[in-house]
């Protein structure tokens, strides 16, 4: 025995194996002891840390990641089918700052501002009701996984009801795949050699010269421009 500590007696036990310090135990109650984390002072104060990095972008984005990876390496509703993911911590949010330039906070599906708001119930299962203005990540095909071409972020609410889609939800959706091909197209019509531009071909050695000559903005436009006139020509 030795002391008090969040006014509960405490004493300490054998380390875990692989460690040197004991750990310390609290009786909550007479007879009862726990660890730390299980301590009710502790475990407001961890809920509230917790609860403001949930409601960040940063870590509501980050908490989304780690739903994908558990899809990949359980299944998704733990199923055993792993949903294919192609993304790692830092390409994940860099995904997301893509596409918040290109729409802003809002849903590419249904033009609806999006939320991050999570943990506003305490004690309740999955953290209290549903917020369908929430980002939730989304695969336009489903079954695809969470790739470069088939991951989008969009509102809980658009997600949830692409089971019973509506005509123009259909064609939204439809949009953004057709969106995801034409810039797949776009690429590779620049890989496979059709860098024209009023008929003048590009070396590769040229395009990285000029790539570096323009902003990232207006190099986007002559990609478009080029692949424009390709498909045009053909």
Known sequence: MGGKSLGYKIKYIDPL???????PMYEIKPGRWVTKSRVPEHKAKHWLLNNNWNN????YIMNLYSSALKEFKKGRHGKGVSIPLEFTKKTWWEY??????????????????????RGRGRGTRGGGKRVNTNISKDQIWPGRGYTLMNLIFCT????????????DGCEAVI?????????WAKKMALKKGMRKVDGTPFSGKELRKLKKSLSPGEYKKFIELTYDKARNKR
């Open 17 to 23: 194996p692989g460690n040197k310090s004991k750990r």
């Open 156 to 167: 809980v609410k658009f997600n949830s009801d692409k089971g019973s889609i509506t005509p």
């Open 175 to 183: 949009d953004i795949h057709r969106e995801r091909m034409d810039d």
């Open 96 to 117: 997301w700052l893509k596409q918040k330039k290109k729409y802003g906070m809002c849903c590419p599906y249904s033009k609806v501002l999006m939320t991050t708001i």
């Open 56 to 59: 960040k972008e940063y870590g």
